[in-house]
């Protein structure tokens, strides 16, 4: 922490306290649905064909994912990328082409300790799972890099994603990120889409108004 205080997780250090013998406590949860979805089909009909399922499968794979975390908002798009994974392996396995994954990652924390999910987010990319990987390290410079400033800086990059029908999903803290990250955005739209601050907000506003930017936040 910023007092280079020890901090432990509050529903992490809660568990391990729990008693787990036959007499252990007892631990009442629900599951709640989130909000960064993957656009595709939503359930294939219980008596679809094969080609049903493979349509099924490859359409959650068509629309290319912009995913922006920081800290421990990488947590819901290691599920998806998991998922993905999973499902272009089925693919293939039989015998069914899948599309090239145009997915980016933008990871943002202080320093390579903190990357969370290293070793298997370089594998992703490596195996064509992710196209790309970028981390903002803020505390390794003299001038603080955040997601921000990444996404600018690889706007050529993100701008065709972005045409292609691309999904801009955020995920971390609620406090100065979201705001920073949508201007971000707002500046890649203007500069690689030549266009006004006004068209490029309105270009925005429409990417949210039909979920293709999508944000899970908490303070």
């Not at 997601?147 to 050529?156: F, N």
Request: glycine share 6%; hydrophobic share 35%.
């Amino acid at each position: 922490s910023r007092t280079k205080m020890r901090r432990v997780g509050v529903c992490t250090s809660y568990l391990k306290e729990m008693r787990t013998a036959a007499d252990g406590d007892q631990l009442l949860f629900t599951i709640k649905e989130g909000t960064l979805k993957v656009p595709g089909v939503k359930k294939m009909k219980e008596s679809g064909s094969s080609e049903d399922e493979h349509r099924m499968e490859t359409s959650q794979l068509f629309a290319p994912l912009i995913m922006v975390a920081t800290g421990t908002g990488i947590a819901p798009f290691r599920s998806i990328l998991q998922e993905r994974r999973s499902i272009r392996e089925s693919l293939w396995k039989r015998g069914f082409p899948t599309p090239e994954m145009m997915d980016i990652l933008v990871f943002g924390c202080r320093t390579p300790q903190e990357f969370l999910y290293r070793a298997e987010l370089e594998e992703y990319e490596a195996a064509g799972h992710l196209k790309r990987v970028m981390v903002a390290y803020s505390r390794m410079q003299d001038k603080k890099i955040y997601v921000q400033d990444k996404i600018r800086e690889e706007a050529s990059l993100l701008w065709p994603v972005l045409e292609a029908g691309g999904v801009i999903m955020v995920c971390g803290s609620s406090d100065k990120m979201p705001r920073d990250v949508r201007q971000a955005f707002l500046d890649v739209v203007s500069s690689s889409g030549k266009v006004a601050a006004e068209d490029a907000e309105q270009y925005v506003r429409n990417l949210e108004g039909a979920r293709r930017y999508l944000q899970e936040t908490w303070s």
